[in-house]
């Protein structure tokens, strides 16, 4: 059982920053963010690899998001610039076994782990 812990959300205006953490119980694997606006699906964001040196992001946010972690911490990272209102969501990090999230690291249903999610709202 992998447990995920994620922090950093919060209430900001648009252009700020939020960096986003998730704890994690192990830094052995494949770790994704995905976030949730209220009446929407649950949409990929990022992804990276147990040892960074993969990563994949969402067409439209690569630019403004970049995926990292800290495997010393089992921690991994969600930094967020020029964040706008649209970006307002509930954001949650996600695991599971690496074969099912190499095959489609955008599909929710191949992550077996999530945390409880922190919302990130921005303001216009």
């Known amino acids: 059982q992998v447990q995920l812990v994620e922090s950093g959300g919060g209430l900001v205006q648009a252009g700020d920053s939020l960096r986003l953490s998730c704890a994690a119980s192990?830094?052995?694997?494949?770790m994704g963010w995905f976030r949730q606006a209220p009446g929407k699906e649950r949409e990929f964001v990022a992804v990276?690899?147990?040892?960074?040196?993969?990563?994949n992001y969402a067409a439209a946010l690569k630019g403004r998001f970049t995926i990292s972690r800290d495997n010393a911490k089992n921690t991994v990272y969600l930094q967020m610039n020029d964040l706008k209102p649209e970006d307002t969501a509930v954001y949650y990090c996600a695991t599971g076994w690496e074969g099912l999230i190499r095959a489609a690291h955008w599909s929710p249903r191949n992550y077996a782990y999530w945390g409880q999610g922190t919302q990130v709202t921005v303001s216009s």
């Open positions: 990276m690899s147990p040892t960074g040196g993969n990563t």
């Open positions: 192990t830094s052995f694997y494949y």
